[in-house]
Nanobody, 130 residues
Framework: QVQLVESGGGLVRAGGSLRLSCAPS????????MAWFRQAPGKEREFVAT????????YYAHSVKGRFAISRGNAKNTVYLQMNSLKPEDTAVYYC???????????????????????WGQGTQVTVSS
């Protein structure tokens, strides 16, 4: 069983920055593509950003492009989400997700769909005050 553990959420003022981290634990492999989704109160969960296993390809939601950056750490399965120029509308619970086999799920086409991902974290709250 694989667990994803997120950290780094909190309260920040508009215009500020936060960095989220996510690391798998348990019976892990070393070939996960990883992503961040978020869910605001009263809304459906939505895709934020994703990075392939090799760390060479990233995709972003239009609403965060240019402000957020996803990256992998030296421990390759650790993934970060650097969030800059935060806005009140970024307030949400942020979830880390991982998929084991990029080819099986047509990752480079389907990366924005929740169904692609095998594992999910519990979520970390990000609140941006105006």
């Amino acid at each position: 069983q694989v667990q994803l553990v997120e950290s780094g959420g909190g309260l920040v003022r508009a215009g500020g920055s936060l960095r989220l981290s996510c690391a798998p634990s348990g019976r892990t492999r070393s070939t996960y593509a990883m992503a961040w989704f978020r869910q605001a109160p009263g809304k459906e969960r939505e895709f934020v950003a994703t990075i392939n296993w090799g760390g060479t390809t990233t995709y972003y939601a239009h609403s965060v492009k240019g402000r957020f950056a996803i990256s992998r750490g030296n421990a390759k399965n650790t993934v970060y989400l650097q969030m800059n120029s935060l806005k009140p509308e970024d307030t949400a619970v942020y979830y880390c997700a991982a998929v084991e086999d990029e080819e099986r799920v047509s990752f480079y086409i389907e990366y924005g769909r929740e169904e692609v991902y095998d594992y999910w974290g519990q979520g970390t709250q990000v609140t941006v005050s105006s």
